[in-house]
Structure formats: structure tokens, C-alpha cells
């Protein structure tokens, strides 16, 4: 930054912060995230950002200062909103820029200065959005592993009847996991039978009974048989509204009754002892 | 390159263990169909554990062998469709619904014996 402007800066130094801790100390009404925050908590928390918001503008750095990154990383750790640092940030160019204006500058000069001060607070954005989607995809990537490990188990229940329960939501890249496990899961076990159980799955539409339907097929393909299970009857409602045709394989209204009839397909028999 | 066809009994077993292409899938198509007249087989099993890629020709000779098998009085159920192939045929929109299918050799043999019984 080119000394007048720095100059201008430091000379106005408390009146800037002064503005910005007013401007500032209203944020935390309206903000979900920070009412269970001390009032306390949060005015030290300002004073924070601003001393070392100053400290990173006055030294004229070109990269952020670990010691602002860590104020930022930490703020967001803990759960604050990103638009309180956001608006911090705002808020300190446009307090700087009253103050620029207040001063005796010819336009160009005062442009100038505005200029250089907006660059470097542009770059502690992009520090802040980049760590921040940062964050966001790690958490959003463990999320999707967590959900996929939780995805489609595969449950042999009798020798050669494997039961897979879906819960959930089913998209195209679900049922894609699915149609591998099932697969899979059904030549590793050896299954004459498998038996997919619908029960958890709230909406069945067009695209989900044709995942539904290729998986079955697929099954089919390498020598077992599929059996639809769990069908609610708005399940069977919406199926038959909709003109989707099932009638290429069995269904059951529930996992016992598909049992049953799994049973029968590979010649067993579940009898009571006298 | 011919696929050989091996004779148990009162069934024939093919164990498919070559990369198909065109040629091959139609001389075995014409090999199993003499095979099955010279010997009056009653079952046939097509095992494809060790194929691992199937193409909508491949699956259409496939479908049509089992058919004129049928004609001529033989059974056929295909064993050990792997999964990849299975999803390649789903997607292809291949479902080869006539065609009687089983999970291994053992499962197809019983599959077959089953059937003959009826």
C-alpha cells in the first residue's frame, strides 16, 4: 500500500476502529448462530478482529497474517456465522472510506487509496472463501463416505436368502452403489433368493422403480431371484398411478411374507416343533 | 479359435473362457447346435465365470442359441454371469428374459435337472 494511504490510516487509526466497533456491535442481534454468544464474549471477539484486521492492513502485507488466519479459522470453527467475518470486513472498508473521504484529498487521490485499500481486503476474502469451501467439502466428502458405508447392506438371512434393506432416498448414484452390492453381495453368498426390502424408502417414483427394476433384472442376470418386499400401500398407489409395471417379478407386502415366500422358491420349509 | 463343448451324460457343458467376438460367438453357435443333434443332449449350461465383457451382439447370438436349443428339445441355462456384466447388459437394455439363468455350474445342473423333471 502506498504511504499516503497508510499514513492516512494509521493517523485515523482509533476513529476507524471506534466507527467499526459501532457498526459492528449491532451484528449480533438478528443472527441465529449467536444468541446463545455473551454479549461479552462477542464485543472481545470484535476487538479481536479489528486490532488484528489493523495490524494485517497497517503492515502492508501481501499474504494474510497467521495470526488473522487463525482469528478467521478459529471463528468459524466455533460456529459463527461466515457473514460476521464477511461483514467485518465490509465494514471496515466502508468506515475507512468515510474516513478517507473526510480528509482532504483531490478525487484521484482519494480514488487511489481506496483502490490499493479495497485489493488487500480482497485478498483476506479470498482467503476466508477459500478456507471456508474448504471446510465445507471436507465435511460434505466424510458425510458421503459415512452415508455410503450406511448405504446398501446386504444380509444373508438363511442359507441362500440374502435380505438388502433400503433406507432413504434413492438417486441414480445410489442405486448405482446398489446394484454393485447387490451383485456382488449375492454371488458371494451364494443367494438363490434376494430379497430387497422397501420399507424405508419414502418416495418411490418413475426413476427410483426403474433402479428398482435394473437391479432386479440385473439379479436375474446372474442366477437368482429377486423378490420386492415392503410395499405401503400409498407405495402401491403411487406405483400403479404412475403405470409402472412390476408384474416381471414378486412383490410382498412386507419382509416376513417375502421371507415366506423365499423359503418356498428354494424348497424349505420353517415348521413348528411339537 | 473353437470354444469346446464338453458332454456329461445327458448334458452338455460349455465353459466359455476367451474373449467373444463375432467369428467365434457364431461358430459356436452352429458347433453346439450339431453337437446337440449328434448327441441328443436333453440340457445345456453355458458357464461365463471367466467372461468379463458382453456386447449387444454377443448377448443377441446368446439369446438365439438358447432359443434353437430349444427348438431342438435342449434345455439351456447360462451359470456365472459376473456383476459387470450383468450391469452392462441392464444398461444396454439387454435382459435376456427367456433365458433361464443360475448362479454357478452346481446351481445351473440342478437348475436344469429340475426343469427336465417337470
Not at chain 1, 465435511?139 to 433400503?166: C, G
Not at chain 1, 442405486?175 to 453381495?185: D, R
Not at chain 1, 418413475?206 to 442376470?221: G, N
Not at chain 2, 458347433?31 to 453355458?46: E, F, P, Q
Request: proline content about 3%.
Amino acid at each position: 500500500m502506498n504511504s499516503t494511504a497508510f499514513q492516512v490510516i494509521k493517523h485515523n487509526r482509533l476513529s476507524i476502529i471506534e466507527r467499526w466497533q459501532e457498526e459492528m456491535s449491532n451484528f449480533q442481534e438478528g443472527e441465529r448462530e449467536l444468541t446463545h454468544v455473551t454479549r461479552e464474549v462477542f464485543l472481545n471477539a470484535n476487538t479481536e478482529f479489528i486490532d488484528k484486521l489493523m495490524a494485517q492492513v497497517t503492515n502492508d502485507h501481501e499474504t494474510i497474517s497467521p495470526e488473522l488466519k487463525d482469528f478467521f479459522e478459529r471463528t468459524i470453527q466455533i460456529g459463527w456465522p461466515l457473514n460476521y467475518i464477511t461483514q467485518g470486513l465490509q465494514t471496515f472498508l466502508r468506515v475507512t472510506l468515510q474516513v478517507i473521504m473526510d480528509q482532504d484529498f483531490d478525487k484521484e487521490e482519494a480514488f487511489k487509496i481506496y483502490d490499493l485499500l479495497d485489493r488487500s481486503i480482497d485478498g483476506l476474502f479470498n482467503e476466508i472463501v477459500q478456507y471456508t469451501t474448504h471446510t465445507w467439502k471436507n465435511t460434505i466428502s466424510v458425510q458421503k463416505m459415512a452415508l455410503l458405508e450406511l448405504s446398501a447392506p446386504l444380509i444373508p438371512v438363511f442359507e441362500h436368502i440374502t435380505v438388502m434393506p433400503l433406507i432413504g432416498t434413492i438417486d441414480t448414484e445410489r442405486a448405482k452403489w446398489i446394484m454393485e452390492n447387490l451383485l456382488e453381495g449375492a454371488i458371494k453368498h451364494r443367494s438363490q433368493v434376494v430379497l430387497i426390502d422397501i420399507t424405508g424408502v419414502p418416495i418411490v417414483d418413475t426413476m427410483v422403480a426403474h433402479h428398482i427394476i435394473q437391479a432386479a433384472e440385473a439379479v436375474r442376470l446372474i442366477g437368482a431371484k429377486c423378490i420386492l418386499v415392503g410395499i405401503r400401500p400409498e407405495i402401491a398407489q403411487t406405483i400403479v398411478n404412475l403405470g409402472i409395471d412390476l408384474s416381471e417379478f414378486p412383490t410382498r407386502s412386507n419382509l416376513l411374507k417375502g421371507i415366506e415366500a423365499a423359503l418356498e422358491l428354494t424348497n424349505k420349509k420353517i415348521e413348528t416343533l411339537s | 479359435m473353437r470354444i469346446p463343448i464338453l458332454k456329461l451324460h445327458e448334458y452338455l457343458l460349455i465353459s466359455i473362457q476367451m474373449e467373444l467376438d463375432d467369428m467365434t460367438a457364431l461358430q459356436f453357435q452352429e458347433d453346439l447346435l450339431n453337437k446337440i443333434h449328434d448327441t441328443g443332449a436333453r440340457g445345456v449350461v453355458i458357464d461365463l465365470t471367466s467372461v468379463d465383457m458382453v456386447d449387444s451382439f454377443i448377448a443377441k447370438v446368446l439369446g438365439d442359441v438358447v432359443k434353437m436349443s430349444n427348438l431342438m428339445g435342449a434345455k439351456v441355462v447360462m451359470t456365472g454371469i459376473q456383476p459387470p456384466v450383468a450391469i452392462t447388459l441392464i444398461d444396454l437394455g439387454i435382459v435376456m428374459r427367456d433365458v433361464p439363468t443360475a448362479l454357478d455350474l452346481e446351481q445351473g445342473l440342478d437348475k436344469l435337472q429340475q426343469e427336465l423333471e417337470v
